[in-house]
RNA sequence: GGAUCUGUAGCUCAAUUGGAUAGAGCACUUGGCUUCGAACCAAGGGGUCGGGGGUUCGAGUCCCUCCAGAUCCGCCA
């Protein structure tokens, strides 16, 4: 090797030397799981991770830092030592990290770490896109299935406000498992078998108005069902008839199945409507009926293996080491023989398992269900272990009841259930209202357009911003207020956002960025620092499946930037704060955009 | 009868699941637009976290026990 080619060699050397310190330079999406890993292994140093010690990080109170470990105090009370000497030790050997942040000790051990400006900066500079933000978060999910099981309305029948949260709750979880790499698959389980199509066949053939079924055939088959009901009372030869029109479908009648089908296909298209305008698309619509033919590999197996045994003329399955459910038995097969919701649930969980190749199963609906969950799950984890299945993660998650805000059940003024198509066109006209009082210059059909996503992203974005847990207050004034954490307040500052760059003439996709300072003012700072966090909001929501703790963040978010907006000009003279400014404005209108969308909203240009 | 969930400011809700002084919005009081959208911002008052015990460095969060509401508990889904 010449001397000449060895001087480049050693150049080069040093060049990716300092690319690597370059990269080095650069945080990760996930800055506090990048502090926990640099925690984790300084412990692993000091010898403290083999007798258990976890770093807990999270993001902290502003007060006292971006990010807090609270690791050393929990493993100093276990292992009886003093948590500020633990945490000193933890924090000596951390030089690493203070070229990005300011390090201290406070309290009884808690360890606090702020975040620099240039660090901030740095971080805001990497993740300027949806596809970036995107790119950071997919590693939580890589490379696993998860099937979602959401909206699962009974056919022949209108979805009803009852049927709201499922589905806006669902879709927002099919959005966060996808953005955090996850293959995700919307299946919707519907009720389509069951009893009640006895009752609807005869109804159907005696009463049927084709011109009705065709304009609207779900109000059609409403009433054709309750003409159906009312006249086969029990004990009468009209339910006997009902009855025989039931096994009929059941064992396969050729014209039965047909006139099932028919009601399959113009509940599916109705449904249609309402998921277009509430944006869900889902990948596969196998309910009840898909599972008929599945149930007797159930009752095989689970009997075979001595989980299922026979009680009172049912299949039954106890769990002995369940303080309850020892007791009350899970019925998977009815004693006259009849499958039951146990039956193809459980032929359901083993289908994804098998066909989809699911790592993850969720299953959205009221918390009624829990205790069936409960015991389906228990059920379903013995039966795929003994039988050296794959066990896929089972969730169940469950949320409250809808109320009106006498804290009794949603009705119209007749008394009825309301309806999910009347419920959203009310949440578009009193939208439109509002925009029309608030932007008269705009055109009508504008108006319009806006009305849509902001009427229907409202009814979203109440059942989202709040805990599932609960029951939720349906309360059109609080939805569509203008302030507080409500759509409309978020679609606001997206609009701010857009405007600025619209009055300045510049692409918001393309921002002119270059040269920009690291954030300065009180108020760049806040909306810097809220910024990074958006990816501690994306996995605490991911992780606990409750997307509430992204609305927050984002209604955060929105303030922190209307408190920047309102103190600091964004379209000033010096070219580094204009810069910085512009980046910041892009970066929330990034990071707005892609909450929302993860949300299941649609955002504006103006409103 | 057994069990699960819920109970936080006048109202509607948070609190990253055991962390630092329990936070927002509405309502109320006050201030801010000839200046990038005031559908906004800034500031203020408002709490025995249903009651009572316990666990520990530390509890709205865990345990026990009452009270109130909702829900589930063998042939609906």
Not at 34 to 52: C, F, K, Q, S
Not at 216 to 240: C, F, M, N, V, W
Not at 352 to 371: L, M, P, S, W, Y
Not at 422 to 443: G, I, N, Q
Request: proline content about 5%.
């Amino acid at each position: 090797m010449s001397h000449a080619s060895g001087k480049p060699a050693k150049m080069l050397l040093a060049q990716s030397q300092a690319q690597f310190l370059n990269r080095q330079m650069n945080l990760p999406f996930d800055v506090a799981a990048y502090l926990d890993a640099t925690l984790l292994a300084t412990a692993a140093n000091l010898g403290l991770t083999e007798r258990g010690f976890d770093p807990e990080v999270r993001v902290a109170d502003p007060a006292h830092g971006d990010f807090q470990a609270n690791g050393a105090l929990a493993f100093a009370k276990r292992e009886k030592q003093n948590p500020r000497t633990v945490a000193q030790q933890l924090v000596d050997p951390l030089e690493v990290l203070r070229e990005h942040f300011d390090i201290a000790l406070a309290g009884p051990g808690f360890i606090n770490f702020r975040l620099k400006p240039p660090a901030l900066l740095g971080w805001l500079q990497a993740y300027d896109s949806e596809e970036h933000l995107r790119a950071g978060a997919a590693n939580a999910h890589a490379g696993q299935t998860w099937v979602v099981d959401y909206s699962s309305p009974n056919t022949a029948k209108q979805m009803h406000v009852g049927h709201l949260r499922s589905a806006v709750i669902g879709e927002a979880i099919c959005r966060l498992l996808a953005f955090t790499g996850a293959k995700v698959i919307r299946d919707n389980h519907l009720g389509d078998w069951g009893t009640q199509f006895g009752k609807l066949i005869y109804g159907y053939k005696r009463w049927v108005d084709d011109e009705a079924l065709l304009t609207q055939p779900i109000e059609e088959l409403e009433r054709l069902y309750k003409l159906g009901h009312a006249a086969t009372p029990d004990g009468s030869p009209e339910l006997e008839e009902a009855r025989r029109e039931l096994v009929q479908l059941q064992s396969g009648d050729p014209k039965s199945l047909a006139l099932w089908k028919k009601f399959s296909d113009v509940s599916l298209a109705a449904f249609e409507q309402i998921y277009a305008r509430l944006g869900i698309h889902f990948d596969h619509n196998l309910g009840e009926s898909f599972y008929n033919d599945k149930v007797e590999r159930v009752y095989r197996e689970l009997t075979a293996m001595g989980l299922a045994q026979v009680s009172e003329g049912a299949l039954v399955v106890f769990h002995p080491e369940h303080p309850r459910f020892a007791k009350q038995p899970f019925l998977i097969r009815k004693a006259d023989g009849a499958s039951n919701y146990a039956s193809t649930d459980l032929a359901t969980a083993l289908y994804r398992t098998e066909h989809f190749k699911a790592d993850g199963i969720v299953v959205v609906t009221d918390f009624r269900q829990a205790d069936h969950f409960e015991q389906l799950y228990l059920t379903a984890r013995k039966w795929f272990a003994a039988k050296g299945y794959h066990v896929p993660a089972l969730h169940h998650v469950t949320f409250g009841a809808v109320t009106a805000e006498d804290g009794k059940a949603l009705k119209t003024r007749d008394g009825d259930v309301i309806k999910l198509k009347a419920l959203l066109d009310e949440a578009e006209e009193r939208a439109f209202a509002l925009v029309t009082a608030k932007s008269p210059d705009v055109p009508e059909e504008e108006r319009r357009e806006i009305a849509r996503i902001v009427g229907v992203g409202s009814v979203q974005y109440a059942d989202l911003a709040q805990n599932r847990s609960s029951n939720y207050v349906f309360s059109w004034d609080k939805m569509l207020a203008l302030d507080g954490n409500t759509a409309p307040y978020l679609l606001y500052a997206v609009t701010r956002v857009r405007s600025i760059f619209r009055k300045a003439g510049l692409d918001p996709a393309r921002p002119p960025v270059e040269g920009a300072s690291a954030p300065e003012t009180p108020q760049e700072l806040v909306l810097a620092r809220k910024l990074v966090q958006f990816a501690d909001a994306v996995k605490i929501s991911t992780d606990h499946l409750r997307p509430h703790f992204l609305c927050l963040y984002l209604f955060e978010l929105a303030g922190a930037y209307s408190g920047f907006y309102a103190a600091d000009k964004v379209i000033v003279d010096d070219p580094a704060v204009r810069a910085r400014r512009l980046l910041l404005c892009h970066r929330t209108l990034v990071t707005l955009e892609t909450g929302l969308h993860l949300l299941g909203l649609r955002t504006l240009e103006r409103m």
